[in-house]
């Protein structure tokens, strides 16, 4: 499976800020996704990032909050933008298993929004 | 909307006993299933895949899918208190392939 590194690994930030995380893959992917998981909730989709295409995002979620880019098959970022106590959450990276039909997931990124 | 459920716990069991954790999901086309393990304050970790009826052990794992009930588990025999976590199940949605998760169930082994 791939080695995915996200940083920050955790970030405490004041509301209306934007905080950019990233995440690095040690092979080639053709997918990577962006996780949000709230509080003692499961993982909510936010979108997919394919290289070279602009990220396709699920309902609730929409780009203008949350800016993502793929330059190359190693690397995205997820912006959270303008953001609220609401924001506050784990925020993850997966890429998807290649052959395998998985997706293996980085370490997180936990933020919290004063 | 295409959905996977699970009990959320807490299952809470003695160590050395098995613990079965269960998990029914709503699209009847998808072909793919995982078990997740997320110890609290980490990321999920993949444990187990499942694409055919019938049961696949591996280790002290199997886990068991019944594509006609649409029902998948996952045995853990001789529960062990660093077992303890939260088993998400996720179903891979057979028409956009994206993997839909579970909210997940709570394991608690007793030493």
């Known amino acids: 499976s791939a080695v995915i590194s996200q940083k920050p690994s955790r970030d405490i930030c004041q509301r209306g800020t934007s905080l950019t995380i990233q995440c690095q893959v040690d092979?080639?992917?053709?997918?990577m996704f962006w996780y949000r998981q709230q509080p003692g909730q499961s993982l909510t989709l936010i979108a997919t990032a394919n290289q070279g295409s602009e990220a396709t995002y699920e309902s609730g979620f929409v780009i203008d909050k949350f800016p993502i880019s793929r330059p190359n098959l190693t690397f995205s970022t997820l912006t959270v933008s303008n953001m609220s106590p609401e924001d506050s959450s784990i925020y993850l990276c997966s890429v998807d298993g290649g052959t395998e039909e998985t997706q293996y997931f980085g370490p997180g990124t936990r933020l919290l929004v004063l | 909307q295409k959905e996977v459920e699970q009990n959320s716990g807490p299952l809470s069991v003695p160590e050395g006993a098995i613990a079965s954790l269960n998990c029914t999901y709503s699209?009847?086309?998808?072909?793919?299933f995982f078990w997740y393990r997320q110890y609290s304050g980490k990321s999920p970790e993949l444990i187990m895949s499942i694409y055919s009826n019938g049961d696949k052990e591996d280790g002290r794992f199997t886990a068991q899918l019944n594509k006609a009930s649409q029902y998948v588990s996952l045995l853990i025999r001789d529960s062990q208190p660093s077992d303890s976590a939260t088993y998400l199940c996720a179903v891979k949605d057979g028409a956009t392939n994206k993997l839909i998760f579970g909210t997940g169930t709570l394991l608690a082994v007793q030493p």
């Open positions: 699209d009847r086309v998808s072909q793919s």
């Open positions: 092979s080639q992917v053709t997918m």
